[in-house]
């Protein structure tokens, strides 16, 4: 802390919980917030007071919940952790939840589900909401739910200076809904819309394509593709290939081995999604398949993704189609460091949405992710990008502004 810190320190640490110079914990370990003091809010009245104290210093405010999205993060000023706003208050009869700001999807899985609701959550339970759903939220359904924020019905908010309102149309609505909040701008909770828990049904097919650091056949990545083409809206699925390291603590099956997995949901029956699956499970000779009936609560295995604060950055590129020569690069060039993530889009997700929004990627047929571990001791960034770009080179990004979509996008900016 500087002597010119002091004041603001002071004044925050006499009115809200001031708890040191940085968060506990941070999904993305390869960045690291630098403020001048780290307020930890226990209630709404805390943001309206740093807000407010912050404004009066001239002191910029960063917002952080769980890290997952990190780019850019605080050189000094306040940072404003809203981990512990973790309320869910869940209305049966409007099937809508009022979900404070720091909640991940798992608060409110949780809180859903002895409903018979389910959220318009993505693949990892430990993403925050409100980060996700100011990108738009692609959920684990989105060809059935449509985007997450097609779901809101309203945002609280409180402005730069310590304003606090309900902001559930115009404008800002769909500012918020796909391109988040402006800088001091800070969402403290949102009225969200729940979807019935069942039927559900998903799981994932696997495939072991191999050793990861060998190139390996592109079929069931083609194979997947051709499957998607003429789905009805009722089936999600996306793709993902892994290339696992050679590990002591992974499964020996996975050690060193390069992993195809579809993730796939179902808002049906599994004998609905056993008749939908059929050309896939027999295209492929699938070496796992844990297609069942979904309990909401139990959706982290549809992708299955580790679950570990980790240093990674990334892209991801919306586009028209799958072009082979793209498949095969991935297949080809992915590892021993890359992962790469493909979600089918289209469906409720392609439909223009009933309240203005601005969200990315209604128009593009699917979203290819490229992810790579970096860090000072090991990869360089710029190693990093090299194998995040050498991915996504395979792939023709729409020919408009928005080729790449925003949520995607993770890690430090490119030096
Ligand atoms: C493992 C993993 C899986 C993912 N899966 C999906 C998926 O299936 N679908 C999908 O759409 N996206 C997915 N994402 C992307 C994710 O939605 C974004 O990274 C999102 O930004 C994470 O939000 P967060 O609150 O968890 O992270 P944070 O890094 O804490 O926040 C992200 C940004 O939002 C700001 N912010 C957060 N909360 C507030 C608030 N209340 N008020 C003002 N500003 C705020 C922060 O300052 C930061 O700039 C995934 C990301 C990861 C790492």
Redesign the pocket.
């Known amino acids: 802390m500087t002597t010119t810190t002091q004041p603001l320190t002071a004044e925050l640490a006499a009115r809200v919980p001031v708890t040191g110079p940085t968060p506990q914990r941070c ?1 993305q370990t390869g960045l690291a917030h630098r403020p001048d003091v780290t307020v930890t809010a226990a209630a709404v009245p805390d943001v309206v007071a740093t807000l407010e104290i912050a404004a009066r210093y001239g002191a910029p405010v ?10 850019e993060p605080a050189g000094g000023g306040v940072l404003l952790d ?1 981990g512990r706003l973790r309320r869910v208050e869940v209305d049966a009869t409007t099937r809508t939840a009022r979900i404070d ?1 720091g909640a991940t999807w798992a608060d409110v899985v949780t809180a859903a589900a002895p409903h018979g609701l389910r959220p318009p959550s ?3 339970p430990s ?2 909401v ?3 759903l ?5 959920g684990l359904a989105a060809r059935s739910d449509g985007w997450a924020v097609d779901h809101v019905h309203a945002f609280e908010v409180v402005d730069a200076g310590g304003t606090l309102r309900s902001v559930s149309g115009g404008e800002r609505f769909a500012r918020l809904r796909g391109t ?2 402006e800088p001091g ?3 403290t909770a949102v009225v969200l819309g729940l979807l019935p828990g069942a039927p559900f049904t998903g799981g994932g097919l696997v495939r072991v394509l191999g050793a990861a650091d060998e190139p390996a056949d592109p079929a069931p990545l083609q194979a997947w593709a051709d499957w998607t083409v003429d789905l009805p809206d009722d089936v999600t699925s996306g793709l993902s290939l892994v290339p696992y390291p050679e590990l002591p603590f992974l499964p020996p099956h996975l050690r060193g081995r390069r992993v195809l997995r579809i993730g796939v949901t179902v808002t049906g029956p599994v004998e609905r999604a056993d008749a939908l699956l059929a050309p896939l499970r027999a295209a492929v000779a699938w070496d796992d398949d844990t297609v069942a009936p979904l309990d909401p609560a139990g959706t982290a295995r549809v992708y299955d ?1 580790p679950d570990v604060p980790h240093a990674y950055l990334g892209d991801g590129l919306l586009v028209d189609g799958l072009e082979p020569a793209g498949l095969d690069r991935v297949a080809t060039r992915t590892g021993p460091m890359a992962v790469t993530g493909i979600r089918h889009l289209g469906g409720a997700a392609g439909r223009a949405p009933a309240v203005p929004d601005t969200v990315r990627g209604r128009d593009a047929a699917y979203l290819v992710g490229a992810l790579a571990p970096f860090g000072a001791d090991t990869v360089p960034a710029a190693d990093a990008w090299a194998e995040v770009d050498g991915i996504l080179s395979g792939f023709t990004a729409r020919a408009n502004a928005q080729g790449s979509h925003p ?2 996008r ?1 890690g430090p900016a490119r030096g």
């Open positions: 999904f960063t917002v952080h919940t769980t890290g997952h999205g990190l780019r809203l700001a993505g693949s990892a993403v925050g409100a980060g996700y100011f990108g738009g939220g692609l988040g909040p701008e800070v969402v993704e949520a995607f993770f």
